[in-house]
């Protein structure tokens, strides 16, 4: 299992307020920018919203009247949110600082129950139901220090990351309501884990228009959970549990650059360089 997640938010507005707001069929998008110190510090904050489940909730309560007299029932949903936030500060004009967090966050599901209704003393009352719920997300904070000059450039990163994900099956059923043990329940979890923990730091200097030269070096800690998985079980009053949680894997990352490029004329150039990375 891998994760990437590369995020790039516009400057700060340090001079004024500004703000945007977009509405689609689906989402909503709502950004904000302004000074917090004028012309040395500013904020941006961006949001987005789904409402599809908030717009397909009607349909799915007039499809679930018309398929109430069947004894049947349909579950069924999708809803993302999206946050991010970015404090940005000049020091002078060739040093400048950032904060940045971002969260994402999906949920979707699926289903269906089935279920008889007591109309006469002969009906049996009981119900069955089949459903899966599955979520993943991205969240994440970083810390940039940038130090620019006319040739040399200079940045140092720490960051934090994790993405996360998990799968719960639900399979539920009472056969007759006035009989405990015609119930039955199989309830299980499946999820994984990724974070990573690092910082980086960029050297750039440029020669003249022809010659540039870039180095770095970075440290990465990675933490795994591969799989972890849980169960509940109800049959007959009996209830059993399984905890099968997989042990954290971590590890270690560090890696040394080193490119050189050439630029003899604007449409050709050339660069050569090295990679070391110990795993």
Known sequence: ISSITEILMRDSNKNKYTGELSLGLICGNAFVSGPLVKDKTGFSLGVRRTWLDAISAPTLAIM?????????????????????????????????????????????????????????????????????????????????LNYKTQKTSLEGVAYWSKYNSQYEQLHEYHSDVTDELSYGKLFETTQNEISDFGARINFNHRFDERYKVSSGAEWINHNYLPEGLESLRIVKGKESKTNNISERVGANEMSLWVEGSFTPVKMLSASIGLRQVNY
Request: hydrophobic share 30%; aromatic share 12%.
């Open 64 to 144: 679930n009247a018309i398929d109430k007299s069947k004894g049947k029932k349909t579950m069924a949903g999708y809803a993302f949110t999206d946050l991010n936030v970015k404090i940005g500060h000049n020091f002078s004009p060739s040093l400048n600082a950032s904060v940045m967090a971002y969260y994402s966050n999906d949920r979707l599901k699926f289903g269906e129950r089935l279920f008889n209704e007591k109309k006469s003393d002969e009906d049996v009352e009981g119900f069955e139901e089949n459903s899966n719920k599955f979520g993943w997300g991205n969240s994440g904070v970083c810390a940039t």
